[in-house]
């Protein structure tokens, strides 16, 4: 029986280019037709909380009404969280507090959000950090104490590390190259043992980042992400098409085996099924 558990992992500011030149762990996985791969086009602006939102609820911004970094306010959609709390299941995240924000409670408290377990908040168990240099390993730690401690169906990560090094350093640097490699380290550690435990895993992340650091804009070095997926709902693939950002909610919702959001597109099952099972004649631009 397929499984409906899933874990959805974003690495902030992990550009797509980079994704294929350092996240051996996955790609590898790729190559042995275990996991699909594509290419994400992300919504503008390509910043953070405004992408998180789309991420987690479909919805683009002129919708949502989260424009900016600094629109700190609760978010008024149906998130993944929301959609698998009313289908009777457990969600749980570990991640930047800006998550907490948009789907718990805002502005976020230090002293009162920082460890959350609540059954009536749409994440109902959270593990929430607010320095952009807290440690991946760290939060892949938090992650894997959820999941043992409260088996969620539905378990949100997100990792700052990458996005952080390629503000101080640009987005092809040695640095950036290198924090891109080390969380792929992370993910070889953990990945593995979620899915022995019957997780789903889906890889992405919310924008990249240019060679001058920056990101938000329309360059393809800011809006172009990947897409891993393992799962035994969809047949491993390359895509060869770039699927649109919006799509991510309403397939995590479809793997999860709950009903999509009423704002949500309906999953492109055309653009996830073309594609090839190869690596010949791939190219990266």
Same mark, same amino acid.
């Given at each position: ?17 980079? $994704? ?14 275990? $996991? ?31 424009? @900016? ?49 609540? &059954? &009536? ?11 952009? @240099? ?7 730690? #938090? $992650? ?19 996005? #952080?090094?390629?503000?101080?350093? @640009? ?52 809006? &172009? ?14 895509? @060869? ?26 999953? #492109? ?17």
């Amino acid at each position: 029986m397929p499984s409906k558990k899933l874990i959805m992992i974003t690495l902030d500011g992990c550009r797509y280019d980079m $994704a294929i030149q350092h996240l051996g762990f996955l790609n590898h996985f790729v190559e042995k037709k275990l $996991a699909s791969r594509f290419k994400v086009i992300s919504e503008t602006p390509s910043n953070s909380r405004p992408l998180y939102e789309v991420l987690l609820t479909g919805v683009p911004t002129h919708v949502n009404g989260i424009y @900016t970094n600094y629109s700190v306010q609760r978010s008024k959609e149906q998130s993944i969280f929301s959609l698998t709390k009313d289908a009777g299941k457990t969600t749980a995240a570990a991640a930047y507090h800006w998550v907490s924000e948009l789907y718990n409670r805002a502005p976020f408290s230090m002293f009162e959000d920082r460890i959350q377990h609540d &059954e &009536e908040q749409a994440i109902q168990h959270g593990i929430f950090y607010a320095d952009d @240099t807290y440690p991946d390993s760290h939060l892949f730690a #938090d $992650a894997h104490s959820l999941i043992t401690s409260a088996n969620p169906d539905f378990m949100y990560v997100h990792s700052m590390n990458i996005d #952080d090094v390629g503000h101080k350093h @640009t987005g092809n640097s040695i640095e950036y190259r290198s924090a891109v490699n080390r969380v792929d380290t992370i993910l070889g550690i953990y990945v593995p043992r979620w899915l022995e435990m019957g997780y789903q895993v889906i890889v992405t992340s919310d924008h990249g980042m240019d060679d001058f650091g920056n990101h938000g804009g329309t360059l393809p070095a800011h809006r &172009e992400v990947p897409l891993f997926i393992i799962s035994d709902q969809l047949e491993p693939r390359i895509g @060869t098409k770039p699927l649109e950002q919006l799509q991510l909610a309403p397939l995590v919702c479809h793997l999860l085996g709950i009903e999509k959001g009423h704002k949500m597109q309906e999953v #492109d099952w055309q653009t996830l099924k073309e594609g090839m099972n190869i690596l010949e004649n791939e190219t990266v631009e």
